[in-house]
């Protein structure tokens, strides 16, 4: 799994600078809201944001820190799949539906025991993770990532469904995002 490769492929998707009047996120630049870009020490005119920021941001707080560098070990088509739905979405939310989807297949527990729904990449996460794919295999991986797009797909549909201003993104959401 090469994070280089998933960032590139990213910012090909997320384009240049942007500032939607219905997107929450204001201005972004690389698909880098200003909002994280300040947070992490950019304080610069978001048109102008260098490309090696952005970068650095995902692989740090999308890849690094949540531990989806852990789960590429595993399973590399899902830990990409995490790594692109946190950036949309947030660590939390994309790790919440891979542990949501593990306890969903693990046949009441006889595979691997539930996960608590923490939305944290830890040992038992991973281990439930090894377990599922020791288990099931590269087929068993694509069904696993079905599960955490399903999910995705759900909540922004719900995200549209909340506030009609989102229904500006649905589309690109499903197109982009899913599968």
């Not at 799994?1 to 690389?30: K, V």
């Not at 794919?133 to 549209?160: C, D, H, P």
Request: charged share 25%.
């Amino acid at each position: 799994m090469d994070i280089g490769t998933l960032i590139e492929e990213l910012i090909e998707r997320e384009g240049g600078y942007s500032h939607h009047p219905a997107d929450r996120g204001g201005p972004t630049n690389w698909g880098i809201t200003q909002g994280v870009a300040r947070e992490n020490g950019y304080a610069g005119d978001m048109r102008t944001m260098p490309r090696a920021v952005a970068e650095s941001i995902y692989r740090r707080l999308y890849w690094e820190r949540p531990g989806y560098a852990f789960a590429a070990e595993i399973a590399p088509d899902v830990a990409a799949e995490l790594f692109d739905t946190a950036v949309n979405m947030g660590p939390a939310a994309a790790t919440g539906f891979l542990q949501r989807a593990l306890n969903a297949l693990n046949r009441n527990q006889k595979d691997y025991p539930d996960l608590t729904v923490d939305r944290r990449i830890g040992a038992k996460t991973l281990a439930a993770l090894g377990a599922f794919m020791a288990l099931r295999g590269r087929g068993g991986e694509r069904v696993l990532l079905k599960a955490v797009e399903a999910l995705q797909g759900e909540r922004y549909i719900a995200l549209a469904e909340s506030r009609p201003a989102n229904e500006a993104f649905l589309y690109g959401w499903l197109a982009n995002r899913i599968g």
